[in-house]
């Protein structure tokens, strides 16, 4: 028979047999299924007694010294149900399944079909889990987000239902589940957040408490205050519907003030270690990095950070008269993006609100965003670091405005002809805003968010006053915007963990990166030798220069004189303060090639500090200072690298024009030496002598001025307008700039 009459036959044989073939097929599918879902299947009987126990994760820092345990042995205490408050139980149904009581292990027509609706709709596996579910999925499985878990988990529930009776399920439930930090089970939550057993809990504090296993860090009171509350309210409100509580009781304890005990659990780097806990269950949820046995080792230096945290304390200590009752550090590796100290708070442990990341929180910075804006405009080409800003009584008004933005600097004066060089390292105002309004206010957003600023949202509700810290930023955003100026134009996201590896020692995650160091107090590379691979935000020629003039002493003596806490004696560091007007937030942030440090000091409540820190070098700088010099104590002086199209020319200290050499060998000006991109040197005149209208007490005359001579003057010209040099400025009335 040949192959064409085989196949032939094979093809009738199947469709005469159809019915008969897919029922064994079936049968086939249908027994493989049962097996992958009863394969070594958990036994529900190790409920009972805490059989099935989780395994802790470990963080440690980057020489293996360990910061934190989650949980080396269970913080478990447990409690009979019988000696709980009833209100501990009801609020715990009202939030997690209402339904509790009456269905057997298995919502299926409140949360299974509710679930598939989600997944469908989402395409991921979604929860639906009644309290038994979450018993058999917080002890006996896998968090893994499979359909064949899921049926695992269903299948379970019911079998625990037949085992065991209601009150012993929400027993084993609130003995077993995460209520975040060290606590597990609701005995060990209610010493940790009220410092008392849970026989002894009031109503609040029980739906607080209830609150909690869903996302116990998205909920914790230490990270996420009032979010924390509001769950409260929401288990309470629950409550009030489902006829647990009456109306008056409601009210009253929705406004009832919990005393949360401040966390007392052996750690180190604190809000480093939240901050890494909440990425990590982020990437492997919650289950897996509260009982999975995770190892991981972080980027942190301790001894930096013990370091860092002892003289943030001892520095707040000198300044606490002045209304200053918090502060904190960052500390990073530009070229890596690693995280080597994160003080979020002066002392983790005072208070609850010590607890409170400010690195990670939204403050205004002041005046140290002012580098960012320039550097737009320089890498633009529409500056250079010896471009004249007249430092003059200016309003900038714009359509539809009648009231103006006339802003002042830090020191209520006006400097006149100002290079941008000296108004950078001087910290004016009036050149900043100048330069934004040549920017634009929606060009430099756009711009921030390239160096990783994501805070700056919609440029209609912002205005010049942008550049001055009119917007709110992350500090660790702000680390990496300026790791730009660091890295040679490129920024580097922040990174914190350098390993995870899983129970079996099996690695999930590394960190690859040509310029990692493990022993970060070894004298680094050059930069020279450093190649960084990051997002291009900024030329080299821009980041050089920035850079050179946040280094430049001189540049800054005539605010911050010429010893101040931000010279570093030996070492060149180049740094930028931040005041806001209302003093409310006080920065220093500054940086080499190789080590990057930010410092903020304030109150968390937002109450505004002593007018006498005014400009950052009071408050913020000296424990800048004197964590930037503990880093550099062993490392060589390292200067940024200039790129070979940044050329050196000397130019005129009054309009910032080339200075060139007379037929006699004399200077045409007063020179000093400027740093530009190769092709932006000056090429106009911006001095000059024209007869122009002056009042009559000899002020240079605005438009429509009344009753004006005409006398010849010497000029400096800006990008929006005249400074005469030979006037009377003594109350000089204001330039108007219509934008």
């Not at 979020?344 to 205004?364: E, H, I, K, M």
């Not at 539809?400 to 290079?419: E, I, L, M």
């Not at 660790?476 to 914190?496: D, H, I, P, V, Y």
Request: with cysteine.
């Amino acid at each position: 028979m040949n192959i064409k009459k085989r196949f032939n036959k094979l093809i009738n044989f199947i469709f005469k047999n159809k019915i008969k073939i897919a029922f064994v097929f079936a049968l086939v599918f249908f027994g493989i299924f049962l097996f992958v879902v009863f394969y070594k299947l958990p036994n529900p009987y190790k409920l009972k007694n805490y059989q099935v126990t989780p395994l802790s994760t470990e963080i440690y820092d980057r020489n293996g010294k360990l910061l934190y345990q989650i949980y080396k042995e269970q913080n478990r205490t447990p409690i009979k149900l019988k000696d709980l408050p009833p209100y501990v139980a009801q609020a715990t149904i009202a939030i997690e399944d209402k339904d509790f009581y009456k269905h057997g292990g298995v919502s299926f027509l409140g949360g299974i079909l509710r679930a598939i609706k989600d997944t469908l709709l989402t395409q991921k596996i979604q929860g639906g889990s009644t309290i038994t579910q979450q018993l058999i999925k917080t002890s006996l499985l896998t968090p893994e987000r499979t359909i064949i878990r899921k049926i695992r988990e269903i299948i379970l529930a019911i079998i625990t239902e037949k085992i065991y009776s209601k009150n012993e399920i929400l027993e084993m439930y609130l003995n077993q589940v995460p209520y975040g930090g060290a606590a597990y089970g609701i005995e060990q939550a209610s010493r940790l957040y009220f410092g008392k057993s849970a026989k002894n809990l009031k109503l609040a504090e029980a739906a607080f408490l209830a609150g909690l296993p869903q996302a116990p860090s998205l909920y914790s009171p230490y990270l996420n205050p009032e979010l924390s509350m509001n769950r409260k309210n929401t288990v309470l409100k629950q409550m009030y519907i489902q006829k647990y509580i009456d109306e008056k009781t409601y009210k009253q304890s929705i406004n009832e003030k919990l005393d949360i005990k401040p966390p007392i659990n052996t750690i180190k780097a604190p809000h480093f270690v939240f901050y890494v806990k909440k990425i990590l269950e982020e990437k492997y949820g919650v289950e897996t990095v509260e009982k999975g046995g995770l190892k991981v080792i972080t980027t942190l230096d301790l001894d930096i950070q013990e370091q860092a945290e002892k003289i943030i304390k001892e520095e707040l200590e000198k300044i606490k008269d002045l209304n200053v009752s918090n502060g904190a550090i960052l500390v990073t590796r530009p070229p890596t993006g690693e995280i080597l100290a994160m003080v979020g708070s002066v002392d983790y442990f005072a208070s609850s609100s010590g607890a409170f990341n400010v690195t990670t929180a939204l403050r205004q910075p002041g005046s140290a965003i002012k580098p960012l804006n320039y550097a737009v405009g320089i890498d633009r080409k529409l500056v250079t670091a010896a471009t004249i800003f007249n430092d003059q009584p200016t309003c900038f008004t714009a359509a539809g405005q009648p009231q103006g933005y006339c802003p002042v600097n830090y020191d209520g004066k006006f400097h006149g002809p100002t290079a941008l060089r000296f108004a950078l390292g001087n910290s004016y105002n009036i050149p900043a805003v100048k330069m934004l309004a040549l920017n634009g206010v929606k060009e430099f957003i756009a711009s921030a968010s390239a160096f990783g600023i994501t805070t700056f949202k919609d440029s209609s509700k912002y205005g010049l006053s942008l550049t001055l810290g009119g917007g709110e930023v992350k500090m660790t955003e702000m680390a990496q915007a300026f790791s730009a100026f660091a890295n040679r134009g490129k920024t580097k996201s922040l990174t914190e963990i350098l390993k995870i590896e899983d129970k079996f020692g099996k690695t999930l995650y590394e960190f690859k990166d040509s310029n990692f160091v493990k022993d970060v107090k070894k004298s680094l590379k050059s930069p020279s030798y450093l190649t960084i691979n990051g997002k291009q935000v900024i030329s080299p020629e821009t980041a050089f220069i920035i850079s050179h003039i946040l280094l430049d002493n001189n540049a800054r003596s005539a605010a911050f004189g010429e010893s101040s806490y931000l010279k570093i004696p030996g070492k060149a560091v180049s740094v930028k303060t931040g005041t806001t007007d209302d003093k409310r937030d006080n920065w220093t942030i500054g940086y080499t090639p190789n080590f990057l440090v930010a410092v903020w000091v304030g109150n968390n409540d937002n109450s505004p500090m002593n007018p006498w820190l005014t400009s950052g070098i009071s408050g913020a700088a000296p424990i800048w200072n004197k964590v930037m010099s503990y880093i550099l104590k062993n490392q060589p002086d390292l200067w940024p690298i200039r790129p070979e199209t940044v050329v050196g020319r000397q130019v005129c200290w009054d309009s910032g024009d080339l200075m060139v050499k007379k037929e006699d060998g004399t200077e045409s000006c007063q020179s000093r030496f400027e740093y530009f991109i190769k092709g932006t040197e000056p090429k106009e005149p911006h001095i000059f002598k024209q007869v122009v209208a002056v009042t009559k007490d000899d002020k240079l005359a605005p438009p429509n001025w009344p009753d004006v001579e005409m006398k010849e003057k010497t000029l400096i010209k800006d990008m929006f307008g005249y400074y005469c040099v030979d006037c009377n400025h003594d109350n000089e009335p204001y330039q108007i700039i219509k934008l």
